[in-house]
């Protein structure tokens, strides 16, 4: 893990910092001047080498950063430092713990829905192979994965909040307040972003612990544990279940992981000030401080919850921790 966020630490730097132009021309937007241009260059430090510049950008994130410490009044990043966004006048890191809690509650909401629902749905599918209610969950597994996440939020808006006026429209400032302040507005404002990403997801993992499911219970110890007669539940449960949640923790671990990048679309379609929204500004706004420092949040997510993963597998799997 340690190996992969410094590589990720400096693909993203160089990436986004060493492009076929001239970064200090963003800040300054159409009253750029050779003697301004130069100015913020030198306050961004980008008249340092290159590996200067990834040094001073990895310095920032332990132990701060500031820029322009000649000038009459310099600009202090306090640490974690990823970077000073000149065209909002605000620390990333700042801008970034703005936008994460939106993103976390956003998340934890459509997990809990979708982990239900999938779950729950694949084992009843499985127990019922072959008859109607495996049939109507399929069917209706396969329509939901197949709807784009704009289309069904443009229909829940026009329905639930236009037409039938059963919530409100969504209040970013109750979201960014939490559920704490105001738990009632909270939830009337979530509900449907909620549904949402839970749509999408628990169709996969309908059909996802279907299959699991089916497949362990072709085991020898399953049927082992019939024959001794075990209650079905705890046949389904204890044994057919937590064998085949492997693959489900993977697919959770990386979907969480992506989430907490930002819900790109779900965000902007719902006005949620999360990583989505901020993401989508910063790339409009050719804010390069910005994205580098989304993009390596987003990525310390997906490498941090394939850590999760993998310990988890010993505790889901004893033959892991065999191995």
């Given at each position: 893990?340690?190996?992969?966020?410094?590589?990720?630490?400096?693909?993203?730097?160089?990436?986004?910092?060493?492009?076929?132009?001239?970064?200090?021309?963003?800040?300054?937007?159409?009253?750029?001047?050779?003697?301004?241009?130069?100015?913020?260059?030198?306050?961004?430090?980008?008249?340092?080498?290159?590996?200067?510049?990834?040094?001073?950008?990895?310095?920032?994130?332990?132990?701060?950063?500031?820029?322009?410490?000649?000038?009459?009044?310099?600009?202090?990043?306090?640490?974690?430092?990823?970077?000073?966004?000149?065209?909002?006048?605000?620390?990333?890191?700042?801008?970034?713990?703005?936008?994460?809690?939106?993103?976390?509650?956003?998340?934890?909401?459509?997990?809990?829905?979708?982990?239900?629902?999938?779950?729950?749905?694949?084992?009843?599918?499985?127990?019922?192979?072959?008859?109607?209610?495996?049939?109507?969950?399929?069917?209706?597994?396969?329509?939901?994965?197949?709807?784009?996440?704009?289309?069904?939020?443009?229909?829940?808006?026009?329905?639930v909040i236009l037409q039938l006026q059963w919530l409100p429209f969504p209040s970013a400032s109750a979201v960014q307040a939490g559920p704490f302040a105001n738990p009632v507005k909270f939830f009337q404002t979530m509900i449907l972003p909620w549904l949402v990403i839970a749509i999408l997801n628990a169709a996969f993992y309908v059909r996802l612990t279907r299959n699991q499911v089916l497949e362990t219970f072709g085991e020898d110890y399953v049927r082992t544990a019939r024959a001794k007669g075990l209650p079905e539940r705890t046949v389904?449960?204890?044994?057919?279940?937590?064998?085949?949640?492997?693959?489900?923790?993977?697919?959770?671990?990386?979907?969480?992981?992506?989430?907490?990048?930002?819900?790109?679309?779900?965000?902007?379609?719902?006005?949620?000030?999360?990583?989505?929204?901020?993401?989508?500004?910063?790339?409009?706004?050719?804010?390069?401080?910005?994205?580098?420092?989304?993009?390596?949040?987003?990525?310390?997510?997906?490498?941090?919850?394939?850590?999760?993963?993998?310990?988890?597998?010993?505790?889901?799997?004893?033959?892991?921790?065999?191995?």
């Open positions: 893990m340690v190996g992969l966020l410094f590589l990720l630490s400096l693909a993203v730097f160089f990436l986004f910092n060493l492009l076929p132009f001239d970064p200090a021309r963003l800040t300054c937007g159409k009253v750029c001047t050779p003697q301004l241009l130069e100015q913020n260059r030198h306050r961004l430090g980008l008249d340092l080498p290159p590996w200067d510049q990834y040094l001073a950008f990895v310095r920032g994130i332990f132990f701060g950063r500031i820029y322009a410490p000649d000038q009459p009044f310099p600009i202090v990043c306090h640490a974690p430092c990823l970077g000073y966004s000149f065209l909002r006048h605000a620390e990333v890191t700042t801008l970034i713990a703005r936008a994460l809690p939106v993103t976390l509650w956003l998340t934890l909401g459509g997990f809990i829905v979708w982990i239900t629902f999938g779950v729950v749905g694949g084992i009843v599918a499985a127990l019922r192979r072959g008859r109607w209610q495996d049939r109507v969950l399929m069917t209706v597994a396969l329509f939901g994965y197949s709807m784009p996440s704009f289309f069904i939020g443009l229909l829940l808006i026009f329905f389904v449960v204890k044994h057919a279940l937590r064998a085949g949640l492997t693959p489900i923790v993977t697919a959770a671990g990386l979907d969480i992981a992506y989430l907490m990048g930002g819900a790109i679309i779900t965000e902007s379609i719902f006005s949620l000030p999360g990583m989505g929204s901020l993401s989508v500004n910063a790339v409009t706004n050719y804010d390069l401080p910005l994205i580098t420092g989304v993009v390596l949040v987003a990525g310390i997510f997906i490498i941090a919850m394939n850590l999760i993963v993998d310990l988890l597998y010993g505790f889901l799997d004893p033959r892991v921790r065999i191995g």
